[in-house]
């Protein structure tokens, strides 16, 4: 099994971001890229760069008003005077319903969620990258390949349409998704990182052609809070086509995997023809997010219940923080996975 990812995706480097309202450091570092490719190379996978894919496979699932943003923010935040050096919001609209603003300051607080996702100069070329690793990985898979792994970074999951947030630009998992329709009827993704991936339910929600499944801690005092509700299960011809579990923080392997085993049974009536999986790693007991307690030996087997799925795969990087054992999960998860004979 091939892993996709370029030097790219590493320039990318956030400052800043407020928990809790106090600044702090930003934790998407790019030091986890170092730590995932070895946790790669340790599974026995080997990494090929990705082509460049265009802004098509990225404009599927992103509106333009959005992708002009990203790409053109940081050269017209310098203009502001006084402004800060990387951009962030500071208000947003109540409603999305309104008119678009003009201003700069008035599109990050329309474009961007919260403060975890600064952009800096090299923001939209990591972005874009990162996107593209999403679609050689579901261009290996329709050329006949069983799986890959998208090394993406900056991650995806919390990105809506047109909404960045949560350390996350281009939905790379969405991205994926809709790539594989070109050939697949129905793509299921499976998103088993620590946060709720509201991006990606954003993007399908009123869509019966992909049905999205989150694992993640109780929202109801955890990021993103205001998604990932067990009663949010789409909507118009998408209503039954999203399916969130909500976990108690702190739950370990064993309940882990038994929501997996309910998110399975979904999954088997869908039908699906393929699978994006959102890998998180930041349900580690470890991580410095803290909200599940997934061994290392958990990820392995998570990784061999999801093999066992038999679907055409795409496991796509989402989130996973510095700590000593980033790059062992990702090893136990890909090895449980069978990445090596893949
Ligand atoms: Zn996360």
């Given at each position: 099994m091939k892993t996709f990812f370029a030097e790219e995706q590493k320039r990318h480097d956030p400052k800043a971001f407020l928990s809790s309202g106090a600044p702090q450091?930003?934790?998407?570092?790019?030091e986890r890229v170092e730590r995932l490719l070895a946790g790669a190379k340790s599974a026995g996978l080997t990494i090929e760069r990705p082509r460049e894919h265009g802004l098509g496979p990225v404009a599927a699932v992103h509106t333009p008003e959005y992708l002009a943003f990203l790409e053109h923010i940081f050269a017209r935040w310098q203009r502001i005077e006084g402004a800060s050096a990387e951009v962030m919001p500071n208000i947003h609209p109540l409603?999305?319903?309104?008119s678009y603003p003009a201003s700069a300051v008035g599109q990050a607080g329309y474009h961007m969620?919260?403060?975890a996702c600064p952009i800096s100069a090299e923001t939209w070329q990591s972005a874009l990258w990162s996107a593209w690793s999403a679609v050689e990985a579901a261009e290996a898979v329709i050329s006949g390949a069983p799986a890959a792994y998208a090394l993406c970074r900056p991650p995806g999951h919390h990105a809506f349409a047109d909404v960045a947030g949560g350390f996350c630009f281009i939905n790379n998992s969405a991205v994926a998704a809709q790539v594989l329709r070109k050939q697949a009827g129905r793509v299921v993704i499976l998103d088993v990182d620590l946060h709720h991936g509201n991006g990606t339910q954003g993007i399908f929600y009123a869509r019966a052609d992909v049905l999205t499944v989150s694992l993640h801690a109780d929202p109801v005092r955890f990021y993103p809070f205001f998604w990932g509700h067990a009663d949010e299960r789409g909507e118009g011809p998408g209503l039954g086509y999203n399916f969130n579990l909500p976990l108690p923080r702190k739950s370990a392997d064993a309940a882990f995997l038994e929501a997996l085993e309910v998110a399975f049974q979904r999954i088997h009536a869908f039908s699906p023809d393929a699978l994006v999986v959102a890998l998180g790693?930041?349900?580690?007991?470890?991580?410095?997010?803290?909200g599940l307690s997934v061994t290392t030996p958990g990820f392995s087997r998570i990784g061999e219940a999801i093999a066992k799925l038999g679907l055409p795969t795409i496991i796509v990087q989402e989130g996973g923080y510095l700590c000593d054992a980033l790059g062992d999960n990702l090893t136990a998860f890909l090895t449980g996975f069978g990445g090596k004979q893949r």
């Open positions: 450091p930003n934790p998407e570092r790019p409603a999305r319903t309104g969620a919260d403060t790693l930041d349900a580690f007991e470890g991580d410095p997010f803290g």
